[in-house]
């Protein structure tokens, strides 16, 4: 299924489950072992890590490493059955999915520079919603309200979601 693009599948949100956390050691594992002798950061983010937050069954990585290692990284993460995704607003970071077997994504990984780890707006919502319990409920009757307003149309509620998350930022920043 790599030949899929980035919005050809129908959203669904399930309720929070830790069955995350084994894909997640897992492929935290294949990529320290591969990546020996590579000064980088691996965290989970995304709505997913979050407990009590509807969230799609995807779990996003994002990996920090040095500019040197990205062709190393890139080998190592296609060769774990990802696909590299060339997403322009993404500003220099590199974007991979995994098509699970139900033809929905279950795997993103984020390949991102010192600066974009730093100023990630994916770590930075995240903790927002470890620290903020009414804020995590909030954005999760937000989903699950913007899923049925976008019939499950990937583009359609990506966008909605995003343009929410901007709102909440400008409102958070702001205070």
Not at 66 to 72: G, I
Not at 81 to 86: I, P, Q
Not at 118 to 145: G, P
Not at 162 to 170: A, K, Q
């Amino acid at each position: 299924m790599t030949d899929k693009k980035r919005h050809e599948y129908e959203v669904i949100l399930t309720e929070y489950s830790s069955d995350w956390i084994p894909l997640y050691d897992e492929t935290s594992e294949t990529l320290a072992k591969s990546l020996a002798g590579v000064d980088f950061e691996i965290e989970a983010v995304g709505s997913r890590v979050v407990p009590e937050l509807w969230s799609k069954p995807v779990l996003d990585i994002m990996i920090r490493v040095p500019d040197e290692a990205r062709d190393q990284v890139d080998q190592v993460v296609t060769g774990m059955g990802l696909t590299r995704l060339n997403i322009e607003e993404l500003g220099g970071r590199t974007f991979y999915r995994r098509w699970g077997a139900d033809g929905n994504p279950d795997l993103h990984i984020h390949v991102v520079d010192e600066d974009q780890w730093r100023n990630s707006h994916e770590r930075i919502f995240r903790d927002r919603l470890l620290e903020n319990r009414d804020l995590a409920l909030a954005y999760s009757h937000m989903k699950r309200w913007l899923l049925d307003l976008s019939g499950g149309d990937a583009k359609a509620y990506s966008r909605a979601k995003n343009e929410f998350i901007r709102c909440l930022d400008t409102i958070l920043n702001d205070t």
